[in-house]
């Protein structure tokens, strides 16, 4: 994906005091939208790709922040999701927020640099925990210093349980697709039955641990539906490998609650889903 910058001419920079702003921060890349909270309607959504090979993410994530006149403005409110695959997901009857730390390790290595946030999941009645580089976190609680921190799985699982909640499906698969990692969730009659977040470098990486997921849950790859969003295009060979396994294949849509510039149709609808989602997870 390359730079991106879609502006509705109907979006006021002297007004942001009335806007979200709902930013997401991966590896390579960083994303972050408007709404204009007044009307329910999103009014601009950009997209930086990161070089990391020659400047840190650190160094491009200040660089955006300080050269984007949209990120050196005063918002009612502000959001961020940042992506990584350093997560754990608790069941809320066994949550304390007293443990947190010792819930963290039992999967992943906590490093000195990195800070641990928690979100419930108030639909999937859990809580998410994960880590972001303290360096990261002073950035944007600089520019914005109320913003509020979610894993990418928060806006996914949430969105989902709640979109879907009348689908007469008895089991569905989502997949929320990044640049260089995904994350899949399985909704088994309404409730969340499994998640994951793989790195993935190819189609065949994407392929194995997909179908890993429906051969792991006894999942018909004839019958139940994968809903596809993120970064995946119809044109790209993940999606033809996709297509090869798995019968059915949907592209999941943004909210209809929200109204959304005419200027995002150039992209597809699904490639924004869980940026665009993050706000009603406020």
Do not use: W
């Not at 350093?86 to 906590?110: A, D, G, R």
């Not at 969105?159 to 995904?182: C, M, P, Y």
């Not at 499994?194 to 997921?213: A, G, H, T």
């Amino acid at each position: 994906m390359h730079d991106l910058s879609f502006l509705d001419e109907t979006l006021d920079i002297n007004k942001t005091n009335t806007y979200h702003v709902s930013i997401q921060v991966s590896l390579n890349g960083f994303s972050f939208c408007l709404l204009d909270t007044a009307r329910n309607k999103y009014v601009a959504l950009k997209h930086y790709e990161f070089d990391t090979k020659e400047t840190t993410l650190e160094e491009n994530i200040k660089r955006a922040s300080n050269e984007d006149e949209f990120l050196n403005k005063e918002y009612k409110s502000s959001s961020l999701i940042f992506s990584t695959r350093k997560s754990t997901l608790v069941p809320t009857p066994i949550f304390n927020k007293e443990h947190l730390k010792k819930y963290f390790s039992f999967n992943h290595n906590l490093e000195e640099s990195e800070r641990i946030y928690f979100n419930h999941l108030r639909n999937a009645d859990a809580y998410v925990i994960f880590t972001i580089p303290g360096n990261l976190a002073d950035i944007f609680n600089f520019h914005f210093p109320k913003i509020k921190i979610y894993h990418q799985s928060t806006p996914f699982i949430e969105s989902i349980l709640r979109n879907h909640k009348n689908s007469q499906d008895k089991h569905t698969v989502f997949l929320n697709a990044g640049e260089d990692l995904f994350d899949i969730a399985v909704v088994h009659l309404k409730k969340l039955e499994l998640y994951n977040c793989f790195f993935y470098k190819n189609e065949n990486d994407l392929i194995y641990f997909v179908l890993y997921v429906y051969e792991h849950l006894k999942l018909d790859a004839e019958k139940i539906v994968l809903v596809i969003s993120g970064s995946l295009s119809k044109s790209s060979k993940h999606y033809e490998i996709l297509k090869k396994y798995i019968r059915n294949l949907r592209f999941e849509q943004p909210k209809p609650q929200f109204t959304y510039s005419y200027t995002f149709n150039e992209i597809p609808s699904h490639t924004f889903v869980n940026l665009l989602n993050l706000y009603t997870c406020e």
